[in-house]
C-alpha cells in the first residue's frame, strides 16, 4: 500500500491531514461534486460498462443533487430503491440457479446482464472497501449508502432497462431530451406506473434543469491545448461538415482561450491533412470560435492516420514545444527549409509530403522549468481511413496527448477504439448523424478539461492556477526506484496538492496522499512507489482495468492534481526518482523525518482544534 515516507520542511509548510489514502465513495452518506466524479473516474476506469454519455452522472443530480439533498442519504446519491436492486439481482440469481429458464424474456436479461457481472467481480479497480471483488449478488441495500454502490446499482438497472425498452440507438442515447424522458417514465417510482403526460412534462424538466445547475456547479476550469482533427472527405458533405465545425466551436467558446489559459489548434482534412491555424494563430475565444467557423470544406477521401501525424508534427510539434521539456537553445544559423514554420500560420497550410515531415529536435532535460498544459485531440470522422492508422494513434498516446475518437454514423468502430486513449468508454463517441453531435458536447468539454498533462522524472514545470482552478499530471514511474519526490513551491497564493497511484485527478474524495502548500513556500513529499515487487517484502505491483471488459495491465503512472486556493496561485511542480530531490535542506541543514514530523504536526493540530 501507498506510504508517506518521509517530508522535507524547506519553510512553514500546512498538512491539513494526518492521514493517508481516502475514498470518499465508500463513505456513506457523502455526495457533492468530487464524490460524484470520483465515483465515475473509477466506473469509466474500470471500463465495464459502455459509454453511456453522461447519463448516469446526470441521474445523481436529477435524484439527489448529486447525494446533498438530505432525503436522499439513505440510498446514496443516485437514490436506487430495493426494488430497482432486487431486478438486477433476480435478472442474475435467477439464471445462476437454473442456468436456462421457460421465461425468453428471463433469459435475453441474464445474457445481457451476466458478461457486466463477471467483468464486475473481476475488476481490479471496482473493488469493495477491503480491496474484495463486489459480487453483486450479495450486494445489500444497506450498502447503497455508499456512493460507489448507489451508482453501480443505478448503471446496472440503467443497463437492464436499457434492453427492455430497446434504447440501444446511439441518436437516443446521447440526446438530453430523450435522457430526460427515459428516466421520468423508468426511474421515478421505479418505473412501476407510467408518469401522466404533465408529469413527465414536469419531471423532464427537472432532469434538464438540474443537469444545466451541474454544468455550472461542477464545471472543470482546467486550461488545455486543443487541437481539432475534423473529416471533411465526400462522404461528410458541406451540410454535415458545417454541423461538426459548430460543434467543434461550441466546445473551443466553452473555455477562456489565450496565450496563457487554453488554446486551440485546427486540422481538417480528407485525403490530405490542412493546418488551419494553430495555437499561436488566436489569443481569444471569440477569435477562436469565428476561426473554426470560418474552416473551408474541400471533400475527397479520408486519410484519418496521416491527419493525426499532422496533429502530432505540426501542431504539438513544429510549432510546439512540449511542456514536458524546456525549449530548444537560441542558435545564430538559419534554421533548414523543412524545419520552418509557414508565414500563415493564421491561415491554412498544406500538410508536407511525407519526405518533407520536420522534425524537431528536444534537448536532454534541464532544470529551466516550463509550462505545463494538458494535450487533448478531438478526432471527428464519419467513415474508415483509406490508410492504416493505428501507428499514429500509438504515437499520439505515446506523447501523452489524450486522444477522443468521435465516429458518426458508419464510422468504423474498431478505428475509433484504435483513435482513442484508454479506456474506451470514456473516450470513443458514436452518433447516428451529425445532427445529434452536439449533444455529446458537454461530456467532451468535461472531460477534455480533466486530461493530465505528461510530465517527465526530473523536469521542472510551472502552471499558474486561479482560485479553484486545477491543474491535472501525470508522471511515468520508473520500475526500479522505490521512492519518488513530489517537489512543489508555491509562488504566490495557496495549493491543495492530491496524488494518487491508481486514478487520474486525484481530489478531496479520492486520492493517496493530500497536503497544502503556502504562499512563499515549498515542500517534497517522498512516497513509496507501489509498482516495485521486492523479493519477500510483501509488495506487489498494482493493476489498473484499462483494457475491454475489465481486462487489467499494469499501471505505472503518478497521478497528481493542484488545487489553487488563493486569487492567483503560481507554483512549480517536479518529481524525481529516490527519496530526496537536489533541493537544498531546510534551514536547520537536515531531512525532517515523517514520524516525528508528523506526530509533532499533528500535535500542533489537535491542541489548535480544541483551542478553538
Not at 479497480?125 to 454502490?149: D, E, K, M
Not at 438497472?157 to 430523450?178: A, C, P, S
Not at 478531438?378 to 494513434?393: C, F, M, W, Y
Request: aromatic fraction near 8%; hydrophobic fraction near 40%; proline fraction near 5%.
Amino acid at each position: 500500500m501507498f506510504r508517506v515516507l518521509s517530508f522535507s520542511l524547506l519553510a512553514l509548510v500546512a498538512i491539513s491531514s494526518c492521514n493517508g489514502a481516502l475514498d470518499a465513495t465508500f463513505t456513506a452518506g457523502s455526495g457533492g461534486c468530487d464524490v460524484i466524479e470520483a465515483v465515475i473516474t473509477k466506473i469509466t476506469l474500470a471500463n465495464v460498462f459502455p459509454n453511456d454519455y453522461g447519463f448516469l452522472r446526470r441521474i445523481a443530480y436529477a435524484e439527489s443533487r448529486g447525494g446533498l439533498d438530505a432525503s436522499m442519504k439513505g440510498s446514496g446519491p443516485w437514490a436506487v430503491s430495493e426494488s430497482m436492486l432486487n431486478a438486477t439481482q433476480t435478472v442474475l440469481s435467477s439464471g445462476q440457479a437454473n442456468g436456462t429458464t421457460s421465461s425468453p424474456s428471463v433469459v435475453r436479461d441474464f445474457n445481457f446482464l451476466e458478461p457486466l457481472r463477471m467483468a464486475l467481480a473481476n475488476s481490479t479497480i471496482l473493488r469493495n472497501a477491503q480491496g474484495a471483488p463486489i459480487i453483486w449478488t450479495s450486494v445489500t441495500f444497506g450498502q447503497l449508502s455508499q456512493p460507489l454502490y448507489s451508482a453501480l446499482a443505478s448503471r446496472l438497472y440503467l443497463h437492464l432497462l436499457l434492453r427492455r425498452t430497446g434504447m440501444t440507438i446511439e441518436n437516443d442515447r446521447v440526446r438530453l431530451d430523450k435522457q430526460a424522458e427515459f428516466w421520468s417514465k423508468n426511474f421515478v417510482g421505479d418505473g412501476k406506473t407510467a408518469p401522466s403526460a404533465a408529469e413527465e412534462t414536469r419531471l423532464s424538466e427537472l432532469f434538464v434543469n438540474r443537469t444545466r445547475e451541474l454544468d455550472d456547479l461542477c464545471a472543470c476550469t482546467a486550461d488545455v491545448d486543443m487541437a481539432f482533427v475534423m473529416d471533411m472527405s465526400g462522404s461528410v458533405g458541406g451540410t454535415d461538415f458545417r454541423l461538426s465545425t459548430q460543434f467543434a466551436a461550441n466546445i473551443a467558446q466553452s473555455f477562456v482561450v489565450g496565450a496563457n489559459a487554453t488554446r486551440v489548434a485546427l486540422i481538417t482534412y480528407s485525403s490530405n491533412p490542412i493546418v488551419n491555424f494553430r495555437f499561436t494563430a488566436y489569443n481569444t475565444t471569440s477569435a477562436v470560435y469565428q476561426a473554426i467557423l470560418s474552416a473551408p470544406y474541400r471533400g475527397g477521401g479520408t486519410d484519418t492516420g496521416k491527419a493525426i501525424q499532422a496533429m502530432i508534427e505540426s501542431i504539438f510539434g513544429l510549432n510546439y514545444i512540449p511542456t514536458t521539456q524546456p525549449p530548444p537553445p537560441a542558435t545564430t544559423t538559419s534554421p533548414p527549409t523543412t524545419a520552418t514554420t509557414p508565414a500563415n500560420i493564421g491561415g491554412d497550410s498544406e500538410f508536407p509530403a511525407d519526405n518533407e515531415i520536420p522534425v524537431v529536435t528536444i534537448p536532454p532535460t534541464t532544470s529551466v522549468p516550463v509550462a505545463i498544459q494538458s494535450r487533448v485531440g478531438i478526432v471527428v470522422t464519419d467513415g474508415r481511413s483509406n490508410n492504416p492508422l493505428k501507428e499514429q494513434a500509438l504515437r499520439a498516446h505515446q506523447l501523452g496527448i489524450t486522444l477522443f475518437a468521435i465516429g458518426v454514423g458508419k464510422a468504423d468502430a474498431a478505428e475509433l477504439d484504435e483513435i482513442a486513449s484508454d479506456p474506451n468508454s470514456a473516450h470513443v463517441y458514436h452518433v447516428g448523424e451529425f445532427s445529434v453531435i452536439e449533444n455529446i458536447r458537454t461530456s467532451i468539454r468535461q472531460r477534455s478539461c480533466r486530461a493530465s498533462a505528461p510530465v517527465d522524472i526530473g523536469v521542472t514545470v510551472t502552471g499558474v492556477l486561479d482560485e479553484g482552478e486545477s491543474q491535472f499530471v501525470s508522471i511515468g514511474l520508473s520500475p526500479d526506484e522505490p521512492t519518488i519526490t513530489v517537489s512543489v513551491a508555491a509562488t504566490t497564493g495557496s495549493l491543495d496538492v492530491y496524488a494518487s497511484f491508481d486514478f487520474p485527478n486525484p481530489s478531496a474524495a479520492l486520492n493517496d496522499f493530500f497536503g497544502q502548500v503556502m504562499e512563499g513556500n515549498a515542500a517534497d513529499f517522498v512516497l513509496e512507489n507501489p509498482q516495485i515487487t521486492l523479493n519477500g517484502g510483501g509488495r506487489r505491483r498494482r493493476q489498473a482495468t484499462t483494457g475491454s471488459g475489465g481486462n487489467t495491465t499494469t499501471n505505472n503512472q503518478l497521478y497528481i492534481s493542484v488545487l489553487g486556493r488563493g486569487p492567483t496561485n503560481q507554483f512549480t511542480l517536479s518529481v524525481n526518482n529516490g527519496g530526496m530531490t537536489t533541493r537544498a535542506p531546510d534551514s536547520s541543514g537536515e531531512h525532517l523525518r515523517v514520524s516525528a514530523w508528523l506526530l509533532t504536526s499533528c500535535a500542533m493540530l489537535v491542541v489548535y482544534l480544541f483551542s478553538l
